[in-house]
């Protein structure tokens, strides 16, 4: 319904009278309060989608991402819940639940000897903004025990805009923790090619708008060629997201993108699906590009 009231509200033309406007942020209301509940419950869930080489589609990595199922029984797409729980303040606690879900998974895959891999967490700038981040995020790891290399902060461009040189700061502080920290959707915010010899980040994650227009766009590939080689050179490696088809892959593979996500070679997954993986008793070429995908 809340859908439904902000395509409304945004079909051209579409002028919401004072009682659509009143129903639209009644069910707002609602859904916001079914969010909190949720969030504090823990009934929010993760899976993890893999991030594989490129040369080799070798999984490197997974992305950690957040899940809710809303009061009708049907998921929300975090297109609606996650912008949902930035307005309402609830976003650092959110994001707080998903890193320790994901520590907890990392702890149990790691005391199982299991083939762990280094999983991302999506870092909001409300989470980054905390004096006291970089403490949190070192207790967090120590209370699960969960070494530092295995965790990849994501951030947004976001974080960047007040105040450049505390955003450095703080960056640096969570990359002596031995984190590896990357800039996610690279290219949709503020992004100046200027700042990011100054970022003291891992990896770039082009955003899939790119992704999407490489093979049709002869602009936008120049785009990710420049990204890619800057990147190298100040020592990054590069992400391209939202990769779908064969195409896109070997435009990126003549780019030297390092690495990629996308449905082309894998859907997230949940730990159930995950867990036989990693114990080495489902090998991951059914997992990667397999024609049969497990559904988010
Ligand atoms: P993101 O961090 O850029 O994550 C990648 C998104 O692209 C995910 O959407 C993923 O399912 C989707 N995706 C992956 N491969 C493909 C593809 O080939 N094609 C297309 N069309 N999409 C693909 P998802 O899971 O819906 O999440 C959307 C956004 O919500 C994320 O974008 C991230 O910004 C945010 N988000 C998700 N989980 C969290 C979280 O725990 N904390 C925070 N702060 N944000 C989160
Ligand atoms: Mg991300
Ligand atoms: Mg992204
Ligand atoms: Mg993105």
Request: hydrophobic content about 45%; proline content about 6%; some cysteine.
């Amino acid at each position: 319904a809340l859908l439904q009231a902000s395509a409304a509200r945004q079909a051209p033309g579409g002028l919401e009278t004072a009682v659509q406007h009143y129903e639209r942020l009644e069910a707002e209301r609602r859904l916001t309060r079914a969010l909190r509940e949720d969030i504090v419950a823990g009934r929010l869930e993760v899976v993890f989608q893999p991030k594989v080489r490129l040369n080799t589609s070798a999984p490197v990595g997974l992305e950690a991402l957040c899940r809710w199922t809303g009061p009708d029984g049907k998921p929300v797409p975090p297109s609606v819940f996650i912008p949902l729980a930035e307005r309402h303040g609830l976003i650092a606690e959110l994001g707080d639940r998903v890193l320790e879900s994901v520590l907890r998974s990392l702890a149990r895959w790691n005391e199982g000897h299991l083939n762990t891999l280094p999983v991302a967490v999506n870092f909001s700038a409300a989470q980054f903004k905390r004096p006291d981040v970089v403490a949190r995020v070192e207790a967090a790891l120590a209370r699960h025990r969960v070494p530092a290399h295995l965790v990849e902060l994501e951030l947004t461009e976001s974080i960047l805009l007040e105040d450049f040189d505390a955003a450095v700061t703080t960056l640096q502080g969570l990359r002596h923790l031995g984190l590896t920290l990357s800039i996610d959707d690279f290219g949709t915010g503020y992004s100046s090619l200027a700042y990011m010899r100054r970022l003291p980040v891992s990896c770039i994650k082009i955003d899939r708008s790119f992704v999407a227009d490489l093979c049709t766009d002869d602009r936008t590939r120049h785009v990710v060629a420049t990204v890619v080689s800057l990147a190298h050179r100040f020592g990054m490696h590069c992400v391209a997201e939202g990769v779908e088809t064969f195409d896109q892959v070997q435009v990126l593979m003549e780019l030297g993108c390092d690495q990629a996500q996308g449905y082309f070679f894998a859907r997230p997954l949940d730990t159930e699906a995950l867990a036989p993986i990693l114990a080495g008793r489902t090998p991951w070429v059914e997992v990667v590009m397999a024609p049969s995908r497990p559904m988010e």
